[in-house]
């Protein structure tokens, strides 16, 4: 996927073939978490952000995609949105976009400050996930590759811990087949055009691959 992106996505929206080095990481550990820095994954509880259980040990691939879309042109990434990072396995069995935050509970939820009315993190998120899939996606080698994986999930990952949206009974019994091991599966249309799932996490949660 770091080929990929260095080579196909700069090819395909007509920009230079992408030199940034060390925004990739790969590991095989049961546990893991990740941040969205140099180093990328972490082993020790508590230093990352998004928490993975990896029981299989599948081999896995973490780019900073990120820091790879900033190395663009400065007129290319322009008022577009980004995610932190992407996770894929080398069988082809997960391929994951993770935006990752570390805030509040209350700030991740539409709130109020002096500069008025804010959407909150979750809907932030939303939209940097859904509008890096959408660049990804509209590359054709790039669909190709993620196509081939089963599993297609976008992930929001809040390191503190917070209350799902406020559910009605009906609405929260519809959902009870879709809480994942800690996750939530949330609708979101957009999102799911693509054959991706949104799915979110917090606090001591832990994305089971």
Not at 34 to 40: P, R
Not at 44 to 69: C, P
Not at 93 to 118: A, M
Request: net charge neutral.
């Amino acid at each position: 996927m770091e080929a990929l992106l260095k080579q196909d996505f700069t090819t395909h929206y007509g920009l230079p073939e992408a030199t940034i080095e060390h925004i990739a990481a790969s590991t095989s550990a049961p546990y893991f978490e990740l941040k969205d820095d140099q180093t990328l994954v972490y082993t020790t509880i508590g230093q990352g952000v998004a928490k993975y259980s990896n029981e299989n040990t599948l081999t896995l691939t973490v780019i900073n995609f990120e820091s790879f879309f900033n190395s663009l042109s400065p007129s290319f990434i322009h008022r577009k949105e980004k995610c932190d990072l992407i996770v894929h396995d080398n069988n082809s069995k997960y391929i994951l976009l993770n935006e990752l935050t570390d805030t509040l509970p209350h700030y991740v939820t539409p709130y109020i400050n002096t500069r008025g009315s804010q959407p909150g993190k979750r809907q932030k998120a939303r939209a940097q996930l859904l509008s890096t899939l959408t660049l990804l996606m509209n590359v054709p080698i790039i669909a190709t590759f993620v196509s081939k994986h089963t599993f297609r999930h976008c992930c929001f990952f809040n390191k503190q811990a917070m209350s799902p949206p406020i559910l009605t009974a009906t609405t929260a019994f519809n959902r009870l087949g879709s809480i994942r091991k800690g996750g939530l599966k949330m609708s979101n249309p957009s999102i799911e055009a693509f054959d991706f799932e949104f799915w979110e996490y917090s606090g001591n949660q832990v994305y089971q691959l």
